[in-house]
């Protein structure tokens, strides 16, 4: 599958760090107190839950599921995103439509088996690209699909700043292999080394 990590970069920087914050923090409190989802059906949640643990699965650390980032998607698309609700439901939509497909008999994604979702996940990826007019349109370049609507929800909830709530004990950062510091300086690596050991340490 096509790397998401660019688009789900775009998704934060587009976003407040009071708002990040407050839907991490939000997430953490809502999946410990077993709250109620308020956009997102229990269904809904479900399928999210199960195509985020596919993103970001857990292994030896915890995964996108257990970053508890549904409650985040759901707290963002009620209280900083409302525009994006029939975009994220029209994608869940077509999940649910593929794994059907698939199964030949009514099914929801989250009650299909790991190989099946992600065979599902790769017939939603090959769905056709729209145009985006907002703001993230630059980051996507050819367009988005539903692939690429729920994808980037996911990573935005999971490789946001640790004090922001969510990323908990930096796992979203090691994943990607970024240490966190907000200012890097040069050799930034081997070739800049070798560069900036002038010409006569390269003899």
Known sequence: MRSGIGIGGALLASMAPEVLRAAHLYARDAAEKGEAFRFLTTEEAADVKAFAAQVIPADETPGAAEANVVHFIDRVLVEFEPGAQPEFRKAIAELNQLSQRATGKP???????????????????????????????????????????????????????????????????????????PVHEPPFGYYDAELLSGPEKKR
Do not use: C, H, T
């Open 107 to 181: 099914a929801r994604f989250a009650a299909l088996a790991p190989a099946q979702q992600m065979r599902v996940m790769g017939e939603l990826e090959k769905l056709p690209n729209a145009p985006r007019p907002d703001m993230l349109g630059s980051f996507y370049g050819i367009g988005s699909n539903s692939f690429d609507v729920l994808r980037s929800m996911v990573l935005a909830g999971f490789l946001s700043a640790p004090e922001l709530g969510g990323n908990k004990d930096s796992i979203g950062w090691k994943l990607i292999e970024f240490d966190g510091s």
